[in-house]
């Protein structure tokens, strides 16, 4: 039996500090897994469910994007992965009698943590205009309230269609085709938030933007950057490949404000002699100060530029335009400005530049530490310019690897969830289902949460996610929330954009992964595409939490047949009954895809085509892979102030709080901590231990803050600060985005550190 979820809520938090660990995984990490699974499924549930994550004839994991080895153990899962899954197949229930239970005001008082821990939602809920609580409502008329306020739009501009990276292929791209066939293109997604820089970045530089290399090639690569991400908690299965690479020679150089344990020493559980001794991965630790890696990149390209027979002269020559402006910005590079930037010394960057000369085959890898700063975007510009100076893109055992988060937030991005479409795309949908897509671009969610606030939106409709708790200006988002007519979230377990919502709310319950999907032509599965591009089938096997579910693809269906009614010529209940006639349209539609039910009846994933990696082809403006030269730049951090990062904790999925452990960084029993260089905080006056306020200042003149944080004195760059979000989103202005990307500026927060008191705290 799964056991009683929490019953007070930790919104006020004690938390408890001990030394950051140095070794990630191992025996300690399975026990804990196992635990937190047990509370969640019970032993046997645990033990069945477990063993088909990520196995050829059972579910994709939904904890990360990681690719799987061809060659599994019988258990190719993680600790983290575990979590997720744990998360989704508990037995915990929200039924209508809770919502009966609690009013509105009750659960807007709870903590996201709590919130998450009462279990699967059962039945769809409504919430009418004023109401107090949620009641019960059924499936048609939930669709005919939102087809009602979406009839009554003055434009289909003004209803927003939000997605979360866990949805399905076949769910995507039937519900970015029912948004464009309503007639609007604001298809916002958490990819907005994420590594939308990378997108940006990549498709003008190498002309499409997702990442160029295959796990073969991590193991196969001489030199690995892992540059601003966490895989040891973010990533785990990663550590394995990293692993496995250092094993055939290679050399790993970490660049993190934060020394990581994952990236330290990887304890891999899967094998007895990992569990004992462990591997250590990094060779190099430069420890960057937030912002700084535009800067550092832009000098090992200067030091490249200026050894003898250093670059690949002949793949500038021929694959590679923009040369000249790019090493004339470069040779510019100065070491003063460099070390300022970066906080690293000569030494450590001369000791990089051995290794990036002595590599024939160098990757680099990153997740949001580099995609959430102002500059992002000319960061992973100057990281491209540093692979395409050595010919390492298009390479075996070379190339560039943004890692993703969300399991297959890159695949509805392939299917077409974008608010600024291709018109080669809308050229074929148009061609496929014979209607006009409107071509104006649409809202990304910083420009949603713009509308929302000014009245220029008024249906809000998300296909998973937690939009309130994952955006930023917390304050200002709630508030632009509430102003909507209406706000409608498909989801598997409750959370706070559930309960800070629209004039009226519904709450639409779906199956996750781990379940049975039956429809009317017998059991569907579905497809998922990770992080490096290959594709691959997914089918649940558990009994869904509730009979009252419905799938992702059937919601999609239903409310499109209910929205568009005779304006439709798309066969919606054919698709609702057999996923293999959406897969055939994929086909028709998104190339790559030929053959498409063919290609997923076989065991294992197959490999999208990637033009850069398979033939050395740039398919941008220029026809070559683009170098570029913008100008650098880096946080600026007055006196007195502190640049703080928003990251996540070990126990943590996003905004789904797992528990109130950081176990890798010493943390534990609490999330309100802000990790400060002990320097800096003998400079601030901050003892270990004690409160403070975190106050936000940006140019707006708006002071936004975070009360009640305990300092932890922890080893991070000078001048650099870590706190965990979502607790910290209230902090990070709605304006402050990157460049090109508009993705919310999340990791260069400007801060001061004010005295406070423990308690109260805000739910969040
Ligand atoms: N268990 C678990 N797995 C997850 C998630 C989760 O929440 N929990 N989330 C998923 C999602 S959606 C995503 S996008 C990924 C996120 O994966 P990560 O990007 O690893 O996640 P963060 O915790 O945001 O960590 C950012 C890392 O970048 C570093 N960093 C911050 N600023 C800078 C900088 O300026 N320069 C450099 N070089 N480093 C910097 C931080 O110290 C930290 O190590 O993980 C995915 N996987
Ligand atoms: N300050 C700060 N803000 C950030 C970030 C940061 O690093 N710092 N990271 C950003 C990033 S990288 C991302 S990706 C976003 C994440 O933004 P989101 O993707 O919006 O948030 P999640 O927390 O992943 O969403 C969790 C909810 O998804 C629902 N869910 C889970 N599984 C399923 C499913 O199978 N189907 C459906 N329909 N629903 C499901 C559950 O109800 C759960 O409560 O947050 C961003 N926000
Ligand atoms: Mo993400």
């Known amino acids: 039996m799964a056991t009683k979820p929490p019953q007070g809520d930790p919104v006020q938090d004690a ?30 549930r645990t ?31 993680c600790e983290n992965g575990a979590k997720a899954v744990a998360e989704e197949a508990t037995l915990r229930r929200v039924t209508p009698e809770f919502f009966a239970a609690h009013t509105l005001t009750d659960l807007h008082g709870r903590s996201g943590y709590w919130l998450g821990q009462q279990g699967r939602l059962t039945h769809p809920m409504y919430l009418a205009e004023g109401a107090e609580h949620y009641e019960p409502v059924s499936w048609e008329r939930a669709f005919d309230i939102i087809g009602t306020e979406i009839a009554a739009l003055g434009s289909p501009d003004e209803a927003v269609f ?41 498709t003008e530089t190498i002309g499409i933007g997702k ?41 790993i150089i970490s660049v993190n404000p934060l020394p990581e344990a994952g990236l330290e020493r990887f304890k891999n559980p899967q094998t007895p002699q990992g569990m004992l001794r462990g591997a250590a991965l990094t060779d190099l630790f430069l420890q960057i100060r937030i912002g700084g890696d535009q800067a550092l990149f832009r000098l090992l390209n200067k030091l490249v530029l200026e050894t003898e027979g250093a670059v690949d002269e002949e793949f500038v020559r021929e694959h590679t335009h923009g040369y000249e402006e790019f090493a004339k910005a470069a040779r510019a590079a100065d070491w003063d400005g460099t070390l300022a930037a970066t906080g690293l010394t000569r030494a450590e960057i001369e000791e990089a530049l051995r290794m990036v000369l002595a590599s024939k085959r160098t990757i680099v890898c990153w997740a949001m530490g580099l995609t959430q700063h102002k500059h992002s975007v000319p960061t992973i510009r100057e990281v491209v310019n540093f692979l395409l100076l050595r010919g390492n893109i298009g390479r075996t055992g070379a190339g560039v690897c943004p890692v993703r988060g969300h399991s297959n937030v890159q695949g509805d991005r392939t299917m077409g969830i974008f608010e ?21 671009h649409g809202f990304d969610v910083v420009r949603a949460i713009r509308a929302l606030r000014d009245g220029e939106a008024k249906v809000f409709f998300a296909m998973g996610g937690n939009f309130v708790s994952a955006t930023p200006d917390t304050d200002v988002t709630e508030a632009a929330v509430r102003r909507a007519r209406l706000t409608v979230h498909v989801s598997t377990k409750l959370n706070r954009s559930h309960v800070v919502t629209g004039a009226r709310a519904l709450i639409l319950p779906t199956l996750g992964r781990t379940e049975r999907d039956l429809q009317g032509g017998g059991e569907q599965f579905v497809t998922v ?94 026809g070559k892979a683009n170098f570029t030269a913008a100008p650098v730049e880096f946080p600026e951090l007055p006196e007195g102030r502190l640049l703080l990062q ?50 936000s200042e940006w140019k707006d003149g708006v002071e936004r803050r975070a009360p009640g944080f305990r300092v932890v004195h922890y080893p991070t760059a000078r001048g650099c600060a870590a706190a965990y979000y979502p607790e910290t989103n209230v902090l990070v202005p709605l304006d402050a985005t990157a460049d090109v990307s508009n993705t919310p500026a999340s990791k260069s927060v400007v801060i001061r550190l004010e005295s406070g008191a423990r308690h109260p705290a805000p739910a969040v």
Request: charged share 25%.
């Open 15 to 44: 938390p408890r500090v001990a030394e950051p660990k140095h070794a990630a995984a191992g025996l300690p990490a399975v026990g804990h897994t196992l635990r937190i699974a047990q509370q969640q499924m019970g032993v046997r």
């Open 47 to 77: 033990a069945l469910t477990l063993l088909r994550v990520n196995q050829k004839d059972g579910f994709d994991c939904p904890g990360c994007a990681w690719p799987e080895p061809e060659h599994r153990h019988t258990a190719e899962f």
């Open 162 to 202: 939000y997605t979360s990276g866990r949805t399905s292929n076949e769910a995507a791209f039937l519900y970015q085709l029912f948004a464009r066939e309503l007639g609007t293109n604001n298809l916002p997604d958490c990819s907005n938030m994420c590594h939308e820089s990378s997108g940006s970045a990549l």
């Open 211 to 251: 990442g160029s290399v295959l796990l073969e090639d991590l193991h196969k690569a001489d030199l690995i950057i892992v540059a601003g991400q966490n895989p040891g908690t973010n990533h785990p299965r990663m550590l394995s490949a990293l692993e496995k690479a250092k094993a055939g020679g290679a050399r």
């Open 420 to 440: 600024r479409p291709a018109p080669a795309f809308l050229d074929a949908l148009e061609k496929e289902f014979g209607f006009a897509p409107p071509r104006a």
């Open 529 to 622: 595409e990770d992080s490096m591009g290959m594709v691959h089938a997914s089918r649940g096997r558990l009994e869904p939490a509730s009979p009252h579910l419905l799938s992702e693809p059937a919601i999609v269906c239903r409310l499109a047949r209910r929205v568009l009614g005779e304006n439709s010529r798309t066969p919606w209940e054919e698709f609702e009954k057999d996923y293999a006639t959406i897969r055939d349209r994929v086909a028709r539609v998104i190339p790559g895809f030929q053959d498409f039910n063919a290609r997923v009846a076989h065991p294992g994933s197959f490999a999208l085509p990637h033009a850069p990696r398979d033939e050395r082809r740039f398919p941008t403006a220029t």
């Open 646 to 695: 928003t990251l996540r904790s070990h126990d943590q999925y996003n905004t789904t709080i797992y528990g109130l452990d950081d176990r890798y960084r010493g943390i534990t029993n609490g999330r309100r901590v802000v990790l400060v260089n002990p320097e800096d905080a003998r400079r601030l006056g901050v003892a270990d231990g004690s409160y403070v306020d975190l106050v």
